[in-house]
């Protein structure tokens, strides 16, 4: 509600209220991330998980999925034009994508910006957290209205899986590999050699979150994930970009067995060309920087032995993006 | 929300959620005392003060006027039948009632269940947070809508200035006298001397809650209110309670110029006698323990020698009971 | 280290430092109790628990066991009063008294200021937590240098078992029963029929803390154990009072086959006759108020009819003495 | 303390205590960082600050001034390598070095890791924060002792301003602007044009730590410091990279009347050239990378007008270095 007029002029700082409500979160066990609140919008639970909508101070609007932060209103950009626009860029005529996951709808919503789709398909397992985003993210509406865009509720593996055609963009916008959680099958080595490369056409790109990656937590899964992707593409690229309100650096790592090379002014005329709109956050320059990783982060990537597999799988304390 | 239904028939625990929004308060600099948040049901704001009206865990509906809890769902009729009750039943037949503050409505609420009563005068400053809690306190509609309450909106001191009635009782459910806060001056001996006593009829009684009244809090404002109460009044009655919602024990002072004696089954039988429904905490045994202090308290209260006046006032760190 | 003396002669405040660092209790689920921290002066570890002895701002210095508060310099006499001196005052002369638990040497210190006593047996399980206190409770070294004073390393049920010895008060100072804890075994009906009774002497008297006892969380274990002591012994008072660094009122139950019936002067003179020096929280009035529950309470205790078994044990969330 | 190892061979999580005591900072209004704590090893005051030494569990060892988090164990080593060593190795041959502040040794540690290096002036206001230092950051201890480090307590300008030599670098390694502080008047165009510009040699390069630098951060203050040094010096270089115990990006501004240009794999050769033992953060892709910066931050740079001058100054919240 932000500064309330009141019947003599005035505005009124609210301060005693402002500071006394709080979401708090675990980044990890020793270390905590807390946001003044304004109000609870909205709370929800579907078979899988809970939901709620908060509206934070410094972060706006948040979408909390099992007690994790999933997206800030203030900054989801960040994540979903670094995941999106760089494998559609580095493409050269993207005209259908599968979402593994994304019932945020953001990942769609950028995607649809570019001028060379003509289908999104958007492959979740949760219906309400569908139907929740869909109902209280109203910078995403356009977006789910939009008839390019097909929403199909399963299992992104079984989806694939089940299907014949051919994309030229995957996208893994799925929780981060999480002990216990469903989604670390779809990390995997035999995954991503036997279901998505198989649906990828000739020249297409595969991209995915990866998790945090900062200069101490890449280690976690950023790492593993590329190293695992390198096994099945010939060119794998990984990238990463501070989004403050995970407390992180984040990580996404996009594969092809096509060349991934587009200088930064070539990226612009792109973004130029295809995307409707002014980007908020990524362009030429922005990806340079962000795909030249800093020392430490560079060498532990080169280095990376770890392969995932179901057997060998590894986990993250709980950042992440989910949807 | 509690329990949430699933489609599938089970409850859902929604732990992760649950315990990521906190409300928060300092009940001193280097003291916190933090609920876990269901939800923040309702916000506003009025020419004093912020109002809020929050789901907690622990303690139910919690209405919180500038960020300090006024008074929670599941405990607060410790505070209202301590307040009301006593002094009430002490009275031979109480009739009409003048409470000073008691926006929230819980005072009205207790003073309504006495069957002598046919007028209860409720002035509080703040129409807003009147208001706020006539639509929001479920459990005070019936009180807010009994033909006996009238609410008048006014400084409580201008009101009963301007005045001719004399009443049975006058209850002072003010804020706790807080530095820079109006309701201090509603705590000094010229206020009880000059402007409540000589409305009170014949035999009768003031109370008013009196702040925190631990072993170590009750210096802060208990123990100057009754010995400024004792300047005025030749019977004065202390008395407290432990009220879990504000971590600490609470006190009240009675006072009158006949004397306040009875007995637990005294008041038990007049208790049966008066008081409509069952009394959730005070019979007589219960006021017999309330008004015998610990040593400490007890000595200190003997002891005190400040007196409250406008020049030398005593404020409390910010706990506390606003109406 | 609180003021700081600076060479100009001004002292410092100290603000940003002093509120960074806090001790945080989850006193339930949803209920945090947080204190600031000067520092954090000894932490150890013993085969069965975490030791940490805390310099907190609004208590004092702190013993905190497994992440739960034992005792806090500044309010710790009104726990060990309470559990010490009723007993023993209501006993025509105590001589000898057997403490089960007790480590932290609090208990003892109080029974050693009666001048009847002669022996006090100091059973506790934890060597490491008994050094500890030994070494860093500056308040309890007296106590512990007593001659009176013999501190057993046991469990305090094999060595009552084992001993022939009768005692005249025996004193449960024992964590409070939490599941997977040990001590759920020393509240029990068989135990104290089978292992304490035989053990008192003709007119004996047994105590024993008996965890919070506030009006919500007294139905946790309080008045669990008042009744079934009251199926052991024929004589059984329940009491209790405020801690503040507890954040609730805490439970005493003291039971006999003698009767236990002093009035409040009768009280007072056995605390001028036995007690050396001055008592800080108790005296007759004191216990008057203590042994007068409030009415929810009183009920509570008058209609329970669990019975405390290996079985049918109850535990609480983790508030708690332990020693 | 970490792990205990215990007399039966095993060790001991200590999860109740490790997670009871926590160091909190509030990095704006809204937005709090939470470390659990092992212990608080030292505290202090000085005539300016307060100080203490606590060590922590998410990033070790943290220096904390005032309340704000100065540098911490795990990743000072960011921060000291990215403000020391980009302007040195695009010195041709820096000998001698002046540094504003840097009490804290890690500043004067990493130049003195250079083999140019003839001379180090440190100049601190607080001489117990360097004391402090001095005693408790083992990691500084070799560079306290060398003998190319001359350290004295002065106010930087005074003592700028009094010297007649010049230097090869000046290094500004002060707090950040924060209203009420006395340093905002060391980021000025008049103190940059008066007294630091004159104490450069020919092809000086002056440095400074300009605080936060995220995309919604870097407007504090980052864009500013920028915009004011370009109105002085003709080659300006803002960089920038995540140090996590900040929860923040943070940025430097370096600057010089010579070209700063060098590209990765000419630092590549000068870091081998010139530092002894191995860079952990720095190397030349990772200056590139920090070099290049993001769109929206890069734009606001670009378009900055605010001039940092004593009258029109900013300030930030509470982040940050301070020595």
Known sequence: M?????SNGQSHSLNGYRKSCW??????????????????????????QDIALLDTKPFGKALVIDGKLQSAETDEFIYHECLVHPPLLHHPNPKNVFIMGGGEGSTAR?????NTIDQVIMCDIDEEVVDFCKSY???NWEAFCDPRLKVIINDARAELESREERYDVIVGDLA????????????????????????????????TQAGPA???????????????????????????????????????????????????????VRVRQRIKGENRYLDGKTFSSASTLSKVVRNSL?????????????FIHGHGKHA
Not at 35 to 47: C, R, V
Not at 186 to 207: A, C, D, H, N
Request: glycine share 6%; charged share 25%; proline share 4%.
């Open 176 to 207: 981060d590999p999480i002990d216990g959680g469903p989604c670390y099958k779809l990390y995997t080595k035999s995954f991503y050699e036997f279901t998505v490369k198989p649906r990828l056409k000739e020249g297409g790109i595969f991209v």
């Open 23 to 48: 979401y708090e979160e675990e980044i990890e066990d020793n270390l905590r991330w807390c946001f003044a609140l304004n109000s609870i919008l909205h709370t929800g639970a579907s078979q899988y």
């Open 302 to 314: 080169d280095n990376e032995t770890h392969v995932y597999t179901e057997e060998a799988a590894r």
């Open 137 to 139: 993210l109203v910078a």
């Open 2 to 6: 932000g500064e309330v007029a009141l």
């Open 110 to 114: 950028e995607l649809l910006r570019h």
């Open 214 to 268: 900062g200069i101490f937590s890449h280690t976690e899964v950023f790492s593993s994930i590329y190293n695992t992707l390198r096994q099945v593409f010939k060119y794998v690229v990984a990238y990463s970009a501070h989004i403050p309100s995970y407390a992180d650096i984040w990580g996404w790592v996009m594969a092809s067995d096509s060349p991934l090379e587009l200088n930064a002014e070539e990226i612009d």
